[in-house]
């Protein structure tokens, strides 16, 4: 798909739309007064209002990705990226999004919240794919496909090739959500950027890089859906505080945090599996483990008795009897394994 192709899926009144513009948009000579932003005059770091295009944090994060900046959108949290996508694709009440099932929550929250039906396919026994049912799922008012890979709370990396396969031949936009990908054996999809204008990938700082109380979320796509995204978000998403913690912050390497939290995962899925109260660990390219257990409840109850907290998701379709279980540090995964070893 062309990239006016995509841009004609695009709702007429957010096509029209005259954004927002600030008065240090509209001029951008040297200035040394500001009077324009009725702001407090008295500094105190944080009295002017911040970059709305943050162009600072953008630059670090085409560095840190490899991705040009006007191809970066940064959202309060990737979650505010998801609530872009539909408020820019689908008129309420008539446009449509097919997703997968079991999956991220925030796809068809969104959706509801902006009136968008949302179309789910199940995921196969294993959790795999399948393109064709995706393709069976649209019809001419279908805009979006969400595909979370790796996929939460599944674990599982969706086949490049089936995703490549949809890109081919979906009239619409495929969101690829790799708010895991760190953890991932397979390499993310942001290579593809330049083959398809109708890619979006969606990236996050709340997991690999540890920055989840920041809100940071990015968006990568053509620079055309950059532009839409620039137009529909609050001027000021993104505040001063959390961009600059965010750059300094972004300066660690994470490369070992994320090398030992891999380990950790190997270990604790060995030793899950070896117990008797554990009936599957599905495999995961995520910074968690899907388990099914004997008696999920009962699990979740005598694990919130020690305190710890895993995420029951034995009501999802899917995951019947299943915890997803995050993996925490090697003293916190030695506490868990210690708990359900003595309920078993
Ligand atoms: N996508 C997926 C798959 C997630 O699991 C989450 C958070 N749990 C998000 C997006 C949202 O992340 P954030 O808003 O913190 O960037």
Redesign the pocket.
Known sequence: MDINSVISLVRSNIRRLTPYSTARDEYKGKLGVFLDANENPFSNGYNRYPDPRQLSLKSLLAEIKGIASDKIFIGN???EAIDLCIRIFCEPRIDNIVTIRPT?G?YSVSAAINDVEVREVPLGRDFSLSADAMMAACDNNTKLMFI?SPN?PTGNSMPVEQLRWLLEYFNGVVVV?E??VDFSSQPSMLTLLDEYSNLIV?H?M?KAYGL?AL?L?LAFAHPSIIELFSNVKYPYNINLAGMERAAELLERNVADEIALIKEERSRVKQQLSQMECVEKVYPSDANFLLVKVADAKAMYDALIQEQIIVRDRSHVPGCEGCLRITIGTPQENDRLLEIMKQKQ
């Open positions: 949290g990737s979650d991220y925030m979370c939460n959500d708010a895991y969606l996050t709340s989840a809100r979320g």
